[in-house]
């Protein structure tokens, strides 16, 4: 997939064109923070650019790109809870106003575990053996994850938004 001829620069520009929103959403939902999701996608293409990984296709390339700032998010989460500065809520003030706006604020809502797997499958379409690779579990384990977090997502949505 990578051109061994071409700059870095054309890499990393090509990278951020195609990945860039998406990985700003899926460090969103994991941060709930619109600066720290910036950050973690800003170490990531840091990281993409210092490392050069080789990939074999897109899919690998995007893969590992979801998996590192997935990384740097829970490293970033992770800081937050050791050096307790700011109580930060502002991603209602990001989230898209119109008909999904209540599923989005009612997504936010739900664990880490059940959010990332229902953005990827259901936003990046991703299969469950796909996710399994990419958060480190297995494809029972993220179908079971996926189900408690439609029930959950349902739940939260009618009692909330309906």
């Not at 700059?7 to 090509?14: F, G, K, L, Q, V």
């Not at 897109?58 to 500065?85: F, G, S």
């Not at 936010?108 to 259901?122: E, G, I, Q």
Request: with cysteine; glycine share 4%; proline share 2%.
């Amino acid at each position: 997939m990578n051109d061994t001829s071409a700059r870095p620069t054309d890499s990393i520009e090509r990278v951020v064109k195609t990945y860039g929103n998406m990985l700003f959403r899926l460090c969103l939902s994991k941060t709930g923070n619109e600066s720290d999701a910036e950050d973690a996608v800003q170490e990531t293409m840091m990281k993409y650019l210092y490392k050069s990984p080789k990939f074999t296709d897109e899919k690998h390339e995007k893969a590992w790109l979801i998996r590192v700032a997935t990384n740097k998010c829970r490293d970033i989460i992770r800081y937050r809870k050791r050096h307790q500065t700011e109580d930060i809520d502002e991603i209602g003030e990001i989230a898209v106003k119109g008909e999904n706006s209540g599923i989005f604020d009612a997504l936010m809502t739900l664990p880490d575990k059940y959010r990332t797997v229902l953005l990827l499958y259901y936003a990046e379409e991703y299969t469950t053996e796909e996710i399994a690779k990419i958060i480190g579990r297995t494809a029972s384990a993220v179908k079971m994850r996926l189900r408690k977090g439609r029930k959950m997502l349902a739940d939260v949505y009618r009692k909330e938004y309906l």
